[in-house]
């Protein structure tokens, strides 16, 4: 069975981003990818006070300088489309107050017709944090589990009712309710979230670093499932960011998904043969605009399923 492709939807400062969104959506929907994504960064210290990911030293990239609003975007390519899933990729749960994100959610599920896939995650900047954060950094993890349970309590039956240490809904009539349960996708970078997700969510979301990496990771959340007695299936998608170029990428030191578009593909191949079923391909850091990444991300669709992907 085909590994099923999903495309980054424009976000950056490069992108028209009302205008773009919409054509990329389209676009990307005509081509044959079957879900549409975004993801989430608030600010860009200047200077750093912090390292990418939390690593010292380690530069914020230049494209995370301005990223426009993930449910924003989502809405503009749900009423540019009609067959893609809309995913986040993730949203940075503690950045968001529970109910308002569960009923935004749940909107935009009504809205796009059942097509909206929640990928949540904890986040790692101070400096995010300290901007918008409803509560501190080491309570990130209480956060999210607070949050999917409010989830849980908003999209399902009236009446709502819920306690907990941020949010207190009384008994109430919430609405409107997604078309069907939102499937939930969470990380696995810890043994913590890999039982969270084990236990609570529909998919896991992992970063695409390499297939040997990709398949080691995979193998451990599928010990953790059986481990913990879990008796239903567990979806994947793998974020790919791409560092698309036109000219192949010379040299040892290439990273996964960098280069041109048959090296691309060629990651492509090596990552669905780990036996994940999606693969979320995101271009939009080094395509020009829109034209450009409408244009590569079709020929890396055709050649991929060419490839056998």
């Known amino acids: 069975m085909p590994v099923s492709l999903g495309l980054g939807l424009p976000q950056m400062k490069q992108y028209d981003i009302g205008r773009d969104v919409a054509t990329v959506a389209r676009a990307a929907e005509d081509a044959g990818y ?3 994504w975004v993801f989430e ?4 210290p200047e200077p750093a006070t912090q390292g990418l990911y939390g690593v010292p030293g380690l530069p914020w990239p230049d494209e995370y300088r301005s990223v426009a609003d993930p449910l924003v975007t989502l809405t503009l390519a749900a009423a540019a489309t009609g067959r893609a899933r809309l995913g986040t990729s993730v949203l940075i749960a503690p950045l ?16 796009s017709g059942g097509r909206v896939v929640a990928g949540l995650g904890t986040g790692w900047s101070l400096d995010e944090y300290a901007a918008a954060s409803v509560a501190p950094f080491e309570k990130r993890g ?16 009236d ?4 306690r907990g240490e941020l949010t207190t809904i009384a008994p109430a009539e919430v609405g409107p309710k997604p078309v069907r ?51 239903r299936p567990i979806g994947v998608c793998a974020r790919a960011n ?8 010379e040299g040892a030191d290439r990273q996964p998904f960098q280069g041109s578009v048959a090296q691309i593909v060629e990651d492509l191949v090596a990552h669905a043969a780990t036996g994940v079923p999606e ?3 995101d271009f939009q850091a080094t395509t020009r605009d829109a034209a450009e990444l409408v244009d590569v991300a079709a020929e890396v669709y055709q050649a991929a399923r060419a490839a056998g992907v």
């Open 279 to 281: 693969i979320l391909l």
């Open 96 to 111: 968001h107050v529970p109910f308002q994100l569960a009923r935004s959610l749940a909107s935009l599920d009504v809205a």
């Open 142 to 157: 209480a956060v999210l589990d607070e949050l999917l349970d409010v989830c849980a309590a908003v999209w399902g039956p």
């Open 34 to 36: 079957e879900s549409l």
């Open 159 to 162: 009446p709502v009712s819920y």
């Open 242 to 249: 791409a560092r698309y170029s036109a000219k192949p990428f």
């Open 181 to 231: 349960p939102v499937p939930v996708y969470l990380p696995a970078n810890s043994p913590r979230a890999t039982r969270r997700l084990v236990d609570r969510a529909d998919g896991w979301m992992p970063v695409a670093m390499g297939a040997t990496t990709l398949a080691e990771q995979w193998r451990k959340v599928q010990d953790m499932a059986a481990e913990r007695g879990r008796d």
């Open 41 to 44: 960064r608030v600010l860009f």
